[in-house]
């Protein structure tokens, strides 16, 4: 089964300082999907970066970045210049390319970010 | 287009009663997800829809709960018979297609407190 690890429940920042989630998976797939999606405080979730695992370029998104490290299975959020907006849920996931069998996203347990003035 | 709507946003409802929610996806958008997520966890995955057709039900779906998505356009999930562990926020989410190809949207969800 395909599983996604957040071990950090909470987290703080300093505004404009540099924070970095962490994220692991689990999975047998070869050509599969990671994101980053934010949730705010009662305000929906949004898409914050997407990696393509066939892709060894880490993708970036203005102050977003991932350290994508297929081996390792690990795929970790860095935020730059953090802001106060900054402040949400972060939730890792996954997907396989072709949707699997379900082709539902995975998603880990969530770090909560707090960015402080 | 304004996205991925939900509604009702907030339902107290007894136990026992039975509830509906509704999700609008983004027009045009063939796939229709279903996700719930209890406080302090990520969204956990119900069922999907590609148009009208109910393609998958994960086993968090008991046989208290039915999604419908008639006609491909707008979805319903109900739950009957409700409980307090049905307490929880219901995520609906709608994407082009399949797999992380396209971009899943995610509405702002239903919470639902069974008293």
């Known amino acids: 089964a395909q599983t996604v690890t957040q071990s950090q429940p909470e987290m703080s920042v300093q505004e404009a300082e540099t924070v970095t989630l962490s994220c692991t998976y689990d999975?047998?797939?070869?050509?599969?999907?990671l994101f980053w999606y934010k949730q705010p405080p009662s305000r929906q979730m949004i898409l914050v970066i997407r990696?393509?695992?066939?892709?060894?370029q880490n993708a970036t998104e203005n102050r977003f970045s991932v350290n994508f490290q297929k081996a390792a299975k690990s795929f970790s959020l860095k935020i730059s210049d953090s802001q106060l907006g900054d402040t949400a849920m972060y939730f890792c996931?996954?997907?396989?390319?072709?949707?699997?069998?379900?082709?539902?996203?995975?998603f880990g347990k969530g770090t909560k970010l707090s960015v402080k003035p | 287009d304004t996205g991925v709507s939900q509604d009702p946003r907030h339902k107290i409802t007894k136990r026992g009663q039975n509830v509906t929610f509704r999700c609008d996806p983004i027009?045009?958008?063939?796939?229709l997800y279903w996700y719930r997520q209890t406080l302090g966890q990520g969204p956990e995955f119900l069922t999907y829809?590609?148009?009208?057709?109910?393609?998958?039900k994960s086993r968090l779906l008991s046989d208290r709960f039915s999604a419908e998505r008639p006609k491909g356009s707008f979805s319903t999930l109900e739950i009957q018979r409700t409980e307090q562990g049905d307490s929880a926020m219901y995520l609906c989410?709608?994407?082009?297609?399949?797999?992380?190809?396209?971009?899943?949207?995610f509405g702002p969800g239903t919470r639902l407190t069974v008293l």
């Open positions: 989410a709608s994407s082009l297609s399949a797999g992380g190809l396209d971009e899943q949207f």
């Open positions: 999975t047998s797939e070869n050509n599969y999907y």
């Open positions: 990696q393509e695992a066939y892709k060894q």
């Open positions: 996931a996954f997907i396989d390319h072709y949707g699997g069998s379900q082709g539902n996203l995975i």
């Open positions: 027009s045009e958008h063939n796939r």
């Open positions: 829809f590609q148009n009208e057709a109910q393609l998958e």
